[in-house]
Nanobody, 127 residues
């Protein structure tokens, strides 16, 4: 049974930075596309970023482009989301999802197409 675990969330002031981690047991994350999504209270889950497995291509939502960076550390079997210049509107629970198609070139943007999820980590941006 695949398990994903997010960590790194917390409370940060506007303009600050956080690095979220998505780690896995039993699966080698390098083989699969990983997406980061977030859900604020009363809102639908929205796509933030993803990284494919085949060629490492990435996607960023317009709202985070230029501020967030997704990356892999294969030695640690972890995918990161570096978040800089954080804004109050970035406040949400952040989730990582895994697309269970090995070595695909795709980077899915619809959360319903991901097969496995972590429990989420809370990010709060407030002064």
């Amino acid at each position: 049974q695949l398990q994903l675990a997010e960590s790194g969330g917390g409370l940060v002031q506007p303009g600050g930075s956080l690095r979220l981690s998505c780690a896995a047991s039993r699966f080698t994350l390098d083989y699969y596309a990983i997406g980061w999504f977030r859900q604020a209270p009363g809102k639908e889950r929205e796509g933030v970023s993803c990284i494919s497995s085949g060629d490492g291509s990435t996607y960023y939502a317009d709202s985070v482009k230029g501020r967030f960076t997704i990356s892999r550390d294969n030695a640690k079997n972890t995918v990161y989301l570096q978040m800089n210049s954080l804004k109050p509107e970035d406040t949400a629970v952040y989730y990582c999802g895994l697309d269970n198609l090995p070595r695909s070139m795709r980077c899915l943007r619809d959360s319903s197409e991901y097969d496995y999820w972590g429990q989420g980590t809370q990010v709060t941006v407030s002064s």
